[in-house]
């Protein structure tokens, strides 16, 4: 059944040359390989350009235009040409096997909507963390009407944008399934968007959890 599936990359990236080839290699290992990649450019100043046309001429790269991380996400989703999408941030890696797993449990169950892995935050000091399968992106493989049924990312949400779109994906039902095998390996590092805007990041999570928090009371009376 693999040989038959075919699935979008998403990636969104701003001055991510120091990562961002080996996370593009973790790419082309994949046991089952992607129909397109997509790499959405937030206008990186860095050399991030300049690697992928030299490097990885087979990438589409999309100019974003400094508009941010979630926009970014968006964009690559509409532009997607394929039946399912899978998303990687240009700092993190994917297992081998991740999206033959994935896209298989897909594939046999047409009315499931997501499937997400188990992650592994690590450090470049050699620490690791096991999470199990984690609401992140990166661990997730989705059918793209997902995006039509529940919604794009909400743009007025500067950080925690995908977390916003997890609580109100499950509001309304969607049909999300998890398995054990690790699929994402996560960096941590100082560079990564909550460390470096720590405060902002703070304020749009507490937000967002207060009206998760107002819509529940409100769908109890």
Known sequence: MSEDLNYSVIMAVKNGVNFLNEAIESIYAQTLKPSEILVIDDHSTDSTKELLRKSYPDVSVVNNEGDGQVKAINLGIKQAKYEFVAFLDHDDLWVRNKQEIQLNLLAENNELESITSGVINFSPQG???????????????????????????????????????????????????????????????????????????????FSILRKQISEEGQNET
């Open 127 to 205: 620490s690791s963390r096991e999470l199990g399968a984690a609401r992140v992106f990166g661990a997730t493989s989705f059918r793209k009407s997902a995006f039509s049924k529940y919604g794009f990312l909400d743009e007025s949400i500067a950080h925690h944008g995908i977390i916003e779109w997890w609580l109100r994906a499950e509001r309304q039902g969607i049909n999300l399934a998890k398995h054990a095998d690790v699929g994402l390996m996560r960096r941590v590092h100082s560079s990564n968007s909550g460390t470096v805007n720590k405060s902002a990041s703070r304020t749009d999570l």
